[in-house]
Each structure stands twice: as structure tokens, then as C-alpha cells.
């Protein structure tokens, strides 16, 4: 069952990346995540010619679950290059600060893809271990 559904997560993170809108860098993302109640989210990189008004993948599906009334979240599938897939695609800071407003940094999964059968787990905590969240502030 769980392994069905991280399939389907990785399923719909590589159909969800042939929509990259990334003219200028020609990196293609996409992402899926899990809500805590089974529900997924994808999303794809999205940029601008105002560079710093791109949004990333990840913070593209979180996005699209937060609007949907989602805010917390058990895993996000990750995957990213040029033409092909050649590498695991790490997420980059500012969409672990996003993780880490509603996300369990010690129970959140990072999964990075590069194809349906290669793939490395990570927790939130490993990827950001002293960031600046929620907890910090009254
Ligand atoms: N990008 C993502 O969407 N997610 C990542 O994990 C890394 C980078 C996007 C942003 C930009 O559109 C392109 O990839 C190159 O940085």
C-alpha cells in the first residue's frame, strides 16, 4: 500500500514536471506531496523574467495543498534536470523554510528521484538541521 502510493507520488511528480515552466535555466522540476490524510499534490518549477518571481516545484505542490485547506504533510517526492534525469535534485533552501512551517522536521521525508526505482530518503531534519521555524517565535 505504501509503496503503491510513493509510485503513484513518483508517477505523478515526473508527469507533473513535463509542465516546467523554466525558459531561462531549461531545469525541469516537478514535486508530489503527501498530506497526512493520504491526499497528493503535485506541482512543477515555474519561472519569470523577474527572476526572483520563479517558484520552485516543492513549493508549487505545497502551495496547491495549503489552498486546499492541507497543512500537514507525511512525505514529498522530488525530481529534477535538464532533458533527461540524470541526478538526484536536492530541494533548495527556501522550499525547506516552507517544509518547515508544516512539516515534522522529524518525521517529514524528503524523497529524491531519478527514476521509479532509484530513489534516497532523507528526513527534514537531516536537509535543514538548525533552521529557523515555528517554534522559535511566541
Ligand atoms: N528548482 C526547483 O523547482 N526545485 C528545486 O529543488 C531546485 C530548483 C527550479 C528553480 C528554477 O526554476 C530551476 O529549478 C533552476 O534553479
Redesign the pocket.
Given at each position: 500500500m505504501e509503496t503503491d502510493q510513493l509510485e503513484m507520488m513518483i508517477k505523478m511528480a515526473l508527469a507533473v514536471r513535463k509542465r516546467a515552466y523554466?525558459p531561462y535555466?531549461k531545469?525541469h522540476?516537478g514535486a508530489c506531496v503527501e498530506a497526512n490524510d493520504g491526499s497528493l499534490y503535485a506541482g512543477c518549477?515555474i519561472?519569470n523574467a523577474g527572476y526572483t518571481a520563479?517558484i520552485?516545484?516543492?513549493r508549487a505542490a505545497i502551495f496547491k495543498a495549503v489552498s486546499e485547506g492541507k497543512r500537514n504533510f507525511k512525505r514529498i517526492v522530488?525530481v529534477?534536470g535538464y532533458d533527461k534525469v540524470k541526478d538526484f535534485?536536492?530541494?533548495?533552501g527556501v522550499?525547506l523554510q516552507v517544509m518547515s512551517e508544516f512539516c515534522n522536521p522529524e518525521t517529514f521525508q524528503i524523497i529524491l528521484v531519478k527514476s521509479i526505482k532509484e530513489y534516497k530518503v532523507y528526513t527534514l531534519k537531516e536537509l535543514l538541521p538548525k533552521g529557523f521555524g515555528p517554534a522559535q517565535l511566541l
Open positions: 523554466a535555466s531545469f522540476v518549477n519561472e520563479t520552485c516545484a516543492e522530488i529534477g535534485c536536492p530541494p533548495c522550499c
